[in-house]
């Protein structure tokens, strides 16, 4: 199951297909008893795929046999023991991914000629990913960051591992006052490769970036380094070896402490906007907003969620869920869009928003 989302993985998600491009969407759950209800309706929501299929008379007979040996894939792939809080399965002619997300999706099918990537969006903006770059004389470990995780991230080159052949035999026999490990023209060479490789990929997905390792490995780094000049530096060694819980329990705190920062600066701008006339608060007004592309900044409560439908185009009035054209992504929908026009999204704790209804937007005019 796929976690993260790039920019270069939306662009392939969000090219067309050949139709029907199937988007299916369930909650998922983490814990018991919750997650006794996901097979039944994993199982059920994919059936319902299926049967649209069926019924879809655009979809000529190869092609959605296709499609549907393409879901029975997905369906097989998905690992209930390590879902989150939505799953999202997508399956076209030739193709299929299944995707976990640590936000809530509504359940739904969609038949298209793209797939439904709203709800990634939002999913992957509301968890804040960065990366963790650990380094030692002979291991550079990247790790992929969640709102409550860390994976390793295997790509691009990561790990990279030196052996020990590589290393200076003489200076390892040599005795008195050793120069520092990190000090040898081979490690930092090795530092350096690191830093290159980084680069490619923050190009690719640039992101916040921690770094761990030895004070001297830091401090080497920043020598040979550029990606990784800016970076925040955690002195705790051994991280490059060691597992996503230890590296997790290392970043943490700051992980937190950035979030408290970003909250308060967030209240300081909404109020800002107040006083100048260029806030939106509530749905209605954020959304109509969003559409004319006006939004700077968009805040959004991490747990806010509303059904809505269209009043006639104009206004979105609540909705339940099930009614006749309800829309129970409107926040994400929100969320893209901000994104889309250059905004600057930041999830916030419950209640941050006050009487804004769960939602605000900074305006640019």
Same mark, same amino acid.
């Given at each position: 199951?796929?976690?993260?989302?790039?920019?270069?993985?939306?662009?392939?998600?969000?090219?067309?297909?050949?139709?029907?491009?199937?988007?299916?969407?369930?909650?998922?759950?983490?814990?018991?008893?919750?997650?006794?209800?996901?097979?039944?309706?994993?199982?059920?929501?994919?059936?319902?795929?299926?049967?649209?299929?069926?019924?879809?008379?655009?979809?000529?007979?190869?092609?959605?046999?296709?499609?549907?040996?393409?879901?029975?894939?997905?369906?097989?792939?998905?690992?209930?023991?390590?879902?989150?809080?939505?799953?999202?399965?997508?399956?076209?002619?030739?193709?299929?991914?299944?995707?976990?997300?640590?936000?809530? @999706?509504?359940?739904? #099918?969609?038949?298209?000629?793209?797939?439904?990537? &709203?709800?990634?969006?939002? *999913?992957? %903006?509301? !968890?804040?990913?960065?990366?963790?770059?650990?380094?030692?004389?002979?291991?550079?470990?990247?790790?992929?960051?969640?709102?409550?995780?860390?994976?390793?991230?295997?790509?691009?080159?990561?790990?990279?591992?030196?052996?020990?052949?590589?290393?200076?035999?003489?200076?390892?026999?040599?005795?008195?006052?050793?120069?520092?490990?990190?000090?040898?023209?081979?490690?930092?060479?090795?530092?350096?490769?690191?830093?290159?490789?980084?680069?490619?990929?923050?190009?690719?997905?640039?992101?916040?970036?921690?770094?761990?390792?030895?004070?001297?490995?830091?401090?080497?780094?920043?020598?040979?380094?550029?990606?990784?000049?800016?970076?925040?530096?955690?002195?705790?060694?051994?991280?490059?070896?060691?597992?996503?819980?230890? @590296?997790?329990?290392? #970043?943490?705190?700051?992980?937190?402490?950035?979030? &408290?920062?970003?909250?308060? *600066?967030? %209240?300081? !701008?909404?109020?800002?906007?107040?006083?100048?006339?260029?806030?939106?608060?509530?749905?209605?007004?954020?959304?109509?907003?969003?559409?004319?592309?006006?939004?700077?900044?968009?805040?959004?409560?991490?747990?806010?969620?509303?059904?809505?439908?269209?009043?006639?185009?104009?206004?979105?009035?609540?909705?339940?869920?099930?009614?006749?054209?309800?829309?129970?992504?409107?926040?994400?929908?929100?969320?893209?869009?901000?994104?889309?026009?250059?905004?600057?999204?930041?999830?916030?704790?419950?209640?941050?928003?006050?009487?804004?209804?769960?939602?605000?937007?900074?305006?640019?005019?």
């Amino acid at each position: 199951m796929e976690h993260a989302l790039s920019p270069a993985t939306l662009t392939e998600l969000r090219r067309p297909r050949t139709y029907p491009a199937v988007s299916v969407l369930t909650p998922t759950h983490r814990r018991e008893p919750e997650n006794a209800q996901d097979p039944v309706r994993l199982r059920n929501v994919v059936a319902e795929a299926k049967k649209q299929l069926e019924a879809d008379p655009a979809v000529p007979r190869e092609r959605r046999i296709d499609v549907s040996r393409q879901l029975d894939q997905a369906l097989a792939e998905v690992d209930l023991a390590h879902v989150e809080d939505g799953l999202v399965i997508f399956a076209a002619p030739g193709e299929h991914q299944v995707w976990s997300l640590a936000r809530e @999706v509504p359940e739904r #099918v969609v038949l298209s000629d793209t797939f439904l990537t &709203r709800n990634l969006v939002s *999913a992957q %903006a509301s !968890e804040r990913p960065f990366w963790v770059l650990s380094v030692s004389t002979d291991r550079a470990t990247l790790w992929n960051g969640g709102i409550d995780r860390v994976t390793e991230h295997r790509a691009v080159g990561f790990p990279l591992t030196r052996t020990r052949e590589n290393f200076d035999a003489e200076r390892q026999e040599r005795i008195g006052d050793l120069p520092s490990t990190f000090r040898d023209e081979g490690t930092r060479r090795f530092l350096r490769d690191a830093d290159t490789a980084l680069g490619r990929i923050l190009r690719e997905d640039p992101r916040p970036l921690y770094i761990t390792g030895e004070t001297a490995a830091l401090s080497a780094l920043d020598e040979v380094g550029s990606v990784t000049k800016d970076a925040v530096h955690i002195p705790h060694g051994g991280l490059a070896h060691g597992t996503p819980d230890a @590296v997790w329990q290392a #970043v943490r705190p700051l992980i937190a402490a950035e979030a &408290r920062k970003n909250t308060d *600066a967030v %209240a300081r !701008e909404l109020e800002s906007a107040r006083g100048r006339r260029a806030f939106a608060a509530g749905v209605d007004e954020v959304w109509q907003n969003a559409r004319d592309g006006r939004v700077r900044l968009l805040a959004v409560e991490e747990n806010y969620r509303v059904t809505v439908r269209d009043d006639a185009g104009d206004h979105l009035v609540p909705a339940d869920s099930g009614d006749l054209d309800a829309r129970e992504d409107i926040v994400d929908e929100i969320v893209e869009q901000c994104l889309e026009t250059g905004a600057d999204v930041r999830f916030v704790p419950d209640g941050t928003l006050g009487g804004a209804d769960g939602i605000a937007g900074v305006l640019r005019y």
